[in-house]
Each structure stands twice: as C-alpha cells, then as structure tokens.
C-alpha cells in the first residue's frame, strides 16, 4: 500500500518564479573591447578639449583655428607677453643689483633673437588693436593713455592738414608739457629695437617728485614701479605708450622710477624731465 504522504526520493526544490519588475532588464557585459573602446572615447575628448580650448587660451597654440574665432588664442598671446615682459623686468632689475654687489660693471642688455622680436611686434600690434576698439585691460594704463595711443597718428601722418580729425584727437588728449623751469633733472635715451632701460629716483618714503617723460613721437613700453627697505611696488604699466606725465609719490624708502623697452622696429629715444621731492636720479 503506498502512502499518499510519500514523496519521490529526489531532494526537495524551489523552482524561481520571475519578477515582473525585472523581465525587460538586460545586462551589459563589462567585455575588454567595451573598456577600451570607453577610454578611447574619454581620451579624445579630453585631447579635443585640450587642442581647442586649453592650449589656446594659455599659450596662444591655436592648430585648429578655433581659438582665433573664439578670441582665446588672443587670451592666450597676452598671457605670454605679459610673462616675458614680467621676467624680462625681473632681470634686468636684479642684474644692476647684483652687479653693483660683486664689484663688477653693469652688464649690457642682450638684444632678443629676430624671431622672437617679429612675434612680440605682431603680439603689440594686436594688443593695440584691441585695446583701440575694447579698451585696455584695468589696471595697465590710465584712460588718458589708452586715448592717446589708439588716437596716435601713422608716421606719414605728419604732414596731413591741421583739421584732420586724427590730429584733432591727438591734440585733445595730450597732456600738455608743463613750462621747462619747473624741471630739476633731464635726461635722454636712444634705444635700440627690443632694448630696454631703467632710471629710479632715490626718495624717502611721503616724498612727491614730479615728472613728464616722452618717446619723441614714437610709443614704448614701460614700468612704473619701486624697490627698497625690502619691498618692491609696481605703481603702472602701459604697451605702446607715446608719452605721460604727472606725480610719483613714494610708498616707502627706496628708488622709485621707470623701465622703458622699445617694441618697434627702429631705434626711439626717450627724454624724462623730473622735479620736486628727491634725493638724486640714478641713471645708466
């Protein structure tokens, strides 16, 4: 007699019942060729986003040309300049300091490659493009300044009419030159292409001196800044800059001046008068 509470000898076995929430789920397979074809795409992304956007904005290397629509590859040529502006300054004003130290002469400035002076030139040029129809950026010169550099004639321009509205321009915003015996010291410099130069008033910390400097019709770079009593100040910046004038008052004790570079193609001479306040004019 066979017992109806009998059961087969096989074991006992929950058979899976499929969850309706996870009928349509498929699942991806993590296969070698699925990850490198994930870092591959990664990978040109990052270098697209590299090509187009990076390099130009930070060193002016447009490939694509992108960057030149886009105006970051003017960003980019800016930020180089001004860093070998800056490092060009640094060392021409450690070097007489270092020089006067040791005991030895003052070393003459070297003269750039011819490279590097037609890619700085081009660099200027844009920069006074720009700044003719935007603007300068904040802080590198003065309202005056800029007027007067996007305002300054072509050199041919001499010789046109006095109505000219460029002339007329030129003639608003110059500053004009105060009378010449108001002056205590004046000086000269010719500057080659790309050479640059440094004269500083010793004074005391409070002290006004007053001053007019100009490139005799042509435009220069320049640095107003001071060193001493172990601090460093930079009071104004400016490319291209025909001419300014006005008064220097000293942030603490030390010298206090200009550093002049000649960015054109021909020799400029720069002539600064100085008065007021100061103890000497320390000068090349």
Do not use: C
Not at 179 to 188: G, H, K, N
């Amino acid at each position: 007699m066979t017992n109806r509470f009998d059961t087969p000898n096989a074991p006992l076995r929950a058979e899976p019942r499929p969850y309706a929430g996870t009928q349509n789920v498929q699942s991806v397979s993590a296969t070698p060729g699925g990850l490198i074809r994930s870092t591959l795409l990664a990978a040109g992304a990052a270098g697209a986003i590299l090509v187009l956007f990076w390099l130009p904005a930070e060193y002016g290397i447009d490939p694509t040309g992108v960057g030149a629509l886009t105006g970051l590859t003017e960003m980019g040529e800016i930020k180089q300049q001004l860093a070998a502006e800056a490092e060009a300054d640094a060392k021409a004003a450690a070097a007489p300091i270092a020089a006067s130290a040791a005991g030895d002469a003052v070393p003459a400035l070297a003269a750039p490659a011819p490279e590097i002076l037609a890619r700085l030139d081009r660099i200027d040029a844009q920069l006074a493009a720009i700044s003719a129809v935007i603007g300068a950026p904040p802080g590198l010169t003065s309202p005056e300044v800029v007027a007067a550099a996007a305002a300054e004639p072509a050199p041919d321009a001499a010789a046109a009419p006095a109505s000219d509205p460029v002339e007329a321009a030129v003639a608003e915003t110059a500053v004009p030159e105060p009378a010449a015996p108001e002056w205590r010291d004046e000086v000269s410099y010719t500057l080659n292409p790309g050479e640059g130069i440094e004269v500083k008033l010793a004074m005391e910390e409070g002290q006004t001196a007053r001053f007019f400097w100009t490139a005799n019709g042509n435009v220069v770079n320049f640095d107003l800044h001071g060193d001493g009593s172990g601090q460093n100040i930079s009071y104004e910046q400016g490319r291209a800059v025909p001419e300014a004038t006005g008064t220097l008052t000293a942030a603490f004790t030390g010298n206090h001046g200009w550093f002049w570079r000649n960015r054109t193609d021909v020799p400029v001479t720069v002539t600064l008068r100085t008065g007021g306040q100061y103890a000497e004019i320390k000068a090349p």
